[in-house]
């Protein structure tokens, strides 16, 4: 039997629903009728991205599988543009549930982050440079246009 355990109303105000909305900037690098591909601000690695459904959802808890596969198609899409587009020599996902479990923006999202040999994660919640954060979209972008 499948349960589906209870966790809090999705709250339509959380932030990536204000940048799908595009009430506040984002530096966006790709999307479909179902997700947006946009950088994360307080990047732990060059070309740290976030990838999101465009319809609601807090996280994997109350997410449908539609939801939940459409966004791991464009995971793996920009998981592989990042490869080309930094030269990475692989990538690690990250996913958070709940506050307990590390969440701290409400709507599902999956982190992208392009990974080299002898370079560790960035400690998190340190703003980025906006210009080389601009820099790392264009070249996901170009990068995703020859896959
Ligand atoms: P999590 O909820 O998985 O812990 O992480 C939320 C992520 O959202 C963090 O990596 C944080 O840097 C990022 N973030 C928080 N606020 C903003 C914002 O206003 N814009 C963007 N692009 N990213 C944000």
Same mark, same amino acid.
């Given at each position: 039997?499948?349960? !589906?355990p209870a966790t809090? @109303?999705?709250d339509p105000d959380?932030?990536?629903?204000?940048?799908?909305?595009?009430?506040?900037?984002?530096?966006?690098?790709?999307?479909?009728?179902?997700?947006?591909?946009?950088?994360?601000?307080?990047?732990?690695?060059?070309?740290?991205?976030?990838?999101?459904?465009?319809?609601?959802?807090?996280?994997?808890?109350? @997410? !449908?599988?539609?939801?939940? @596969?459409?966004?791991?198609? !464009?995971?793996?899409?920009?998981?592989?543009?990042?490869?080309?587009?930094?030269?990475?020599?692989?990538?690690?996902?990250?996913?958070?549930?709940?506050?307990?479990?590390?969440?701290?923006?409400?709507?599902?999202?999956?982190?992208?982050?392009?990974?080299?040999?002898?370079?560790?994660?960035?400690?998190?919640?340190?703003?980025?440079?906006?210009?080389?954060?601009?820099?790392? @979209?264009?070249?996901?972008?170009?990068?995703?246009?020859?896959?």
């Open positions: 039997m499948t349960t !589906t809090p @109303a999705y959380n932030i990536f629903a204000k940048i799908l909305r595009e009430e506040i900037p984002s530096f966006r690098v790709y999307e479909d009728d179902e997700t947006l591909c946009f950088m994360d601000i307080m990047p732990r690695a060059d070309g740290h991205c976030l990838v999101i459904p465009k319809t609601p959802c807090r996280n994997v808890l109350d @997410a !449908t599988p539609e939801q939940l @596969a459409a966004v791991m198609r !464009t995971v793996q899409k920009v998981s592989r543009a990042a490869m080309v587009a930094f030269g990475a020599g692989g990538v690690s996902l990250q996913q958070f549930n709940e506050a307990v479990g590390g969440q701290e923006v409400f709507h599902l999202h999956v982190h992208v982050l392009p990974r080299h040999a002898g370079t560790p994660m960035r400690a998190p919640g340190k703003m980025g440079d906006m210009d080389a954060i601009k820099g790392h @979209a264009e070249q996901l972008r170009a990068a995703l246009e020859t896959l």
